[in-house]
């Protein structure tokens, strides 16, 4: 039940101890004891771990049987050694014939490198990314020991050396191959017949937009017009006011000549 597993982890750990192992042939309380515990069907079901130890009869008895065991323990466990080292060998030589052993390269070959900062990057904007650099040249092939050096196509070498399993060989397409790719011109399937191609449609008029230098005149003119609107009201605020100036002097000459004072300008 949920939450009460810890009630029983005793019986869980006595399982996994008391459970043959495949690698070793034998349980781990068998190796570390030399033999293999009391089984609650033993219980039941007498076997020679469940029988009457009381009433062995002397202590040299007793000994011999403990020593047959140590016998027993030293044993299983040299064939529990051997064992796993038969299963690791044979497990590293079936995964080495399953993965793929690259052809050596020669000098001069064009190769591809394994990009792998781009490999361990799995962000989602690079997921298409490209994953080989190159191509790049061999300038220096050390195949015995599973590495080479490497030059870009200008002859520049590289100063590290790369392992071989980071290359593949770069395949160059055919020149028939590039020339009908390059125009348009390749069919997938030549067998079958080439498609009616769609009746191409009239270009949709698009609205003519003005450019920037048109844009630049066209506010220059009329930052141009509201300059001179200012200055022309601005002018006919000062000529209003010389006007109104003038009326009022010739008013205030007259009062004077009608009371009989005399113009002192």
Known sequence: MPGLWIDNLSA????ERVSLRRPLGFSPAQLVLGQNPVLPIELVVPTWQSLPWSEVRSHAD???????????????LEEAVQRTRR?????????NAKKDVPKPFQVGDLVLVWDAIKSIDKS?????DD?????????????????????DLNEVAFPNTTRADR???????????????LRGRLRLYPETERLPMARPTAPRQRQATP????????????DREGEQDRRTIVGGINRGNIVEGSRRGGQSRRLRIA???SDTE
């Open 131 to 151: 994953r080989w650099r190159g191509p790049y040249r061999v300038r220096e092939a050390q195949a015995d020991k599973g590495y080479y050096r490497l030059e």
């Open 124 to 128: 989602s904007d690079r997921k298409l």
């Open 87 to 95: 299963l690791r060998r044979e497990a590293v030589e079936s995964r």
């Open 167 to 181: 290359l593949k060989k770069f395949e160059e397409l055919p020149e028939e191959l590039e020339d009908s790719l």
């Open 62 to 76: 007793l000994l011999a049987v403990r020593a047959t065991q140590l016998q027993f323990r030293r044993e299983n």
């Open 12 to 15: 869980i750990t006595w399982a």
């Open 211 to 222: 450019r920037a230098d048109q844009t630049r005149d066209v506010q220059a003119g009329e």
């Open 259 to 261: 009371r009989g004072d």
